[in-house]
């Protein structure tokens, strides 16, 4: 009913850039907060950063400065524009969604995570 698919992820070297995307599609009545998330293995899946509807945004220490997250209303997109990568950005990155449905004769809010796409940051 409602689907969230990623893009960009792959292989860099240190220094350089990607660029994540993330679309929301179906019966959508509005998405509140979008964010990315990242889990390196090992670790505990941490905020890479997040943005509201309103264009609030918050970013983990680790990526000020180095990441830039944005998002398209209309289209209901969320992109992450990774910039000056380093080793430790490896890992693998999932969109999230705070998404109201619609269905036919009521709507309800719902969390969606995308299916994650990996990161890997060369030395």
């Known amino acids: 009913q409602v689907q969230v698919v990623e893009s960009g992820g792959g292989l860099v070297q240190a220094g350089g850039s990607l660029r994540l995307s993330c679309a929301a599609s179906g019966s959508i009545v509005s998405i509140d907060v979008m964010g990315w998330y990242r889990q390196a293995p090992g670790k505990q899946r941490e905020l890479v950063g997040s943005i509201t509807r309103g264009g609030s945004i918050n970013y983990a220490d680790s990526v000020k400065g180095r990441f830039t997250i944005s998002r398209d209303n209309a289209k209901n997109t969320v992109s992450l524009q990774m910039d000056v990568l380093k080793p430790e950005d490896t890992a693998v990155y999932y969109c999230?969604?705070?998404?109201?449905?619609?269905?036919?004769?009521?709507?309800?809010?719902?969390?969606?995570w995308g299916q994650g796409t990996q990161v890997t940051v060369s030395s």
């Open positions: 999230n969604a705070d998404i109201l449905v619609r269905a036919i004769s009521y709507n309800y809010k719902r969390v969606y």
